[in-house]
């Protein structure tokens, strides 16, 4: 697809008169999940069992063969139909390696249009890191094989499509999963485990009147008009009262969440999208942009009844936890978790970057061919990252995670949840942020792009190479 044979697509027609009409369809098919309608429900809201999806140990040639599911149950049986996934599933497994070990996957193309896997948040070769020039064609007669050592820090990491001009489609219709890395640090931590951690994809979605997933961009990104966590629309969870550990990931194309529970407690923030922090804390509201993982204790030993998991920025009732009254683990949530972290330290380069419009970065669309930058091995920099209007940009590099030294002007600070190591930063109009990155596990080429996928797809991204 050429770009702007793209572009005409998400501009011209499919903008707001289009999101209005796709609302209003939902909204007057009362056959479809009506208890799922905008804002999230309330009182008298039917409810249905959270996905738990399952988990592969270290996979060792592990088939992830793209498919067009055709329809998927997204709570109490309802079926919605035009599911794109990996194996059939959505989310698809979780999979869990150690640090040290080496993993191998067999990638198939069963899709009617060309993709890719990205490891997002993976310190891998560029030949495994999935980006667009390796894009895999379709007819299911080619099988990229990725194989590659885990060379990183325990982390929540996952992945999804990343083909040039499609990876918003993609991934809308639901191709995602979660890739957990563990290592001795975080394990001699004893955090809740087993029935007790528990990853969360946490995306939006439109359905149309036929009962059909609808991706229907425009070029300043995808908001659906439904909550869906782990492919489930309004989803609860039974808890016993004891820590449960939460592992979430902003799964959305363009839509930032801002969690809170409905009571008004806190959660304690352990990690985010580069492992544990190097100190936890208490947090009422955390703000999740697309792409960002954040993992947080949450504390039911007093839980009587039921508490919400909140979008405080829609009002949207994301996932309802109701305690079982059984006595669970006895994790202690007032433990404070502390993680090893090294400042980078003084960069040796300064480069800045301005994120222009929807579809530019520094002037320039993106083109596959090009090479924008060129970044010595080992060596500290700066990144300095602007807005030239159309925020928010949710910022992610390829092949190292950085730490996010400051943010001046909108917001005028930073978070607890981008301290420590990170691969994506938010970055709203009127923002300056820095941050350190120092590019030591692989030379290659690389992308640097907006996570929110329609300005991706439109070209908003840059190859660099890393010598």
């Not at 497994?93 to 040290?100: M, V, W």
């Not at 190097?278 to 039921?306: C, Y």
Request: glycine residues 12%.
């Amino acid at each position: 697809m050429r770009r702007r044979d793209f572009f005409s697509l998400v501009s011209g027609g499919l903008g707001a008169t289009a999101f209005i009409s796709c609302s209003k369809e939902f909204l007057d098919e009362p056959s479809l999940i009506s208890a799922a309608r905008p804002g999230g429900g309330g009182g008298g809201t039917t409810r249905y069992p959270l996905r738990i999806p399952g988990v592969v140990n270290t996979p060792n040639d592990y088939p992830l063969n793209c498919i067009n599911v055709g329809s998927l149950d997204v709570g109490g049986g309802k079926k919605v139909s035009n599911f794109w996934s990996y194996n059939g599933e959505y989310p698809a497994k979780t999979l869990i390696a150690y640090r040290g070990q080496t993993v191998s996957i067999n990638l198939k193309n069963n899709l009617p249009e060309e993709t890719i896997t990205h490891w997002h948040g993976m310190i891998v070769d560029d030949r495994n890191d999935g980006g667009p020039i390796h894009h895999v064609a379709t007819g299911g007669l080619e099988i990229y094989n990725y194989n590659f050592p885990i060379i990183q820090r325990a982390a929540m990491n996952w992945y999804h499509p990343h083909p040039h001009m499609l990876t918003g489609k993609q991934v809308n219709l639901g191709m995602a999963g979660a890739f957990i890395i563990r290592d001795d640090e975080e394990t001699s931590k004893g955090l809740p485990s087993g029935e007790y951690e528990i990853p969360l994809i946490i995306r939006d979605v439109t359905i149309d009147r036929n009962g059909n997933l609808s991706y229907k961009p425009s070029s300043g990104g995808f908001n659906g008009q439904l909550p869906m966590v782990n492919g489930i629309l309004s989803p609860y969870l039974n808890v016993n009262k004891g820590v449960y550990r939460f592992r979430i990931l902003n799964g959305a194309n363009s839509r930032i969440f801002g969690l809170a529970l409905s009571n008004g407690a806190s959660v304690k923030l352990i990690g985010n999208d580069g492992g544990l922090l190097p100190l936890s804390s208490l947090q009422s509201r955390i703000d999740i942009a697309p792409a960002e993982r954040l993992d947080i204790l949450i504390d039911f030993r007093n839980l009587s009844g039921t508490v919400m998991l909140k979008d405080m920025r829609s009002g949207w009732d994301l996932l309802e936890f109701r305690s079982t009254g059984n006595n669970g683990n006895s994790y202690d949530f007032a433990t404070d978790i502390t993680s090893i972290f090294t400042s980078l330290g003084a960069p040796a380069t300064t480069r800045v970057f301005s994120f222009d419009g929807m579809t530019k970065i520094n002037g320039l669309e993106y083109s596959m061919d090009r090479i924008d930058w060129r970044v010595p091995f080992g060596e500290v920099e700066k990144w300095v990252f602007k807005t030239n209007g159309n925020a928010p940009h949710p910022v992610h590099i390829h092949g190292a995670s950085f730490q996010v030294i400051s943010r001046t002007g909108g917001r005028g600070r930073t978070y607890p949840w981008e301290e420590g190591w990170k691969d994506t930063v938010l970055l709203e109009d009127s923002e300056t942020v820095e941050v350190l990155i120092k590019f030591d596990g692989y030379r290659g080429k690389y992308l640097m792009h907006c996570h929110k996928l329609e300005h991706e797809d439109l070209g908003m991204m840059a190859n660099f190479e890393v010598i």
